[in-house]
């Protein structure tokens, strides 16, 4: 990713959450436990999902996707903001922040397809519940996840390397804690208009697209579950789907509202951005293990195992 010809600007400066070192020292050790947890409820799921049979179906198969989506999400931002927490040198070069532009919006390119795929997962089990295990083979489940890779990482490309040519030549704070494309509009004293341009269509066709999809699947999953007489069916399959709608409603309302709005380094441009980039990662494992029974008790037996065999 070569930059411009006449950049001067070689490395950037991020916002200081607080202008008091105390508490900035309080917010190193908030975000640190967040981080720690993070990685631990993550792993923790995986774990279970990948030693239980019992949760070898496609569901799973794709929580175990999302859990590693989130481990390299929240990695991809949370070790550098923690350092700055630490550190009076609260700079970036450029280079190494249009990579982590490009793995921020590579790994949450991912996730919105694959909360898209997870989504027809629920609509196939709830509305062909018969034809289920055809509809939703091995094969499918892989190729759903692989094109949710691949899509991401070219748009993410597309969108880094058109940033990589822009030219900043004065203003070097970056309004934001961490690099993300909307931030370095601001800037750059080159012409943002393509990039813009190129954003804007990347979130209508990616982002959109996708959540279109979502909802054109719950849309006939909530019909079909009103047509169930049984009052327990339609529990049952209600609750298989709040766990999934949990986390669509908190990734997507933070990052559209993030994306959206003008970059201007306020309150709730920075709440948004911790929204979806901090809490939304440790949320999902507590979400998936807490409200699904199928986890929990997988969760057990496997705690109950490793007591077992470390007694």
Known sequence: MALGNHSTITEFIFLRLSDNPHVEAVLF?????????????????????KSDPHLHAPMYFFLSHLSFLDLCYCSVTEPNMLKNLLSQDKSISVEGCLAQVFFV???AGTEVCLLAAMAYDRYAAICHPLLYGQVMGEQLCEGLV?????????????????????????????????CELPSLFPLSCSDVSTNFTVLICSALLHASATLLLIFFSYTRIVSTILSISSTTGRSKAFSTCSSHLTTVILFYG???????????????????????????PLVNPLVYSLKNNVVKAALKRMLQKGLYNFG
Request: negative net charge; hydrophobic residues 55%; glycine residues 4%.
């Open 146 to 178: 692989w094109a949710s890779w691949g899509l991401a990482f070219l748009d993410a490309l597309i969108n880094t390397l058109l940033a990589g040519d822009l030219d900043f030549c004065e203003v070097r704070i970056m309004s934001h804690f961490s």
């Open 254 to 280: 933070s990052a559209f509202l993030r994306y959206y709005m003008p970059t201007s380094g306020t309150p709730a441009e920075f709440v948004f951005s911790i929204q979806y980039s901090v809490v939304t």
């Open 105 to 107: 919006f590579a790994t």
């Open 29 to 49: 050790v908030l975000f640190l436990a967040i981080y720690l947890l993070t990685l631990t409820g993550n792993l923790m799921l995986l774990l279970v999902i």
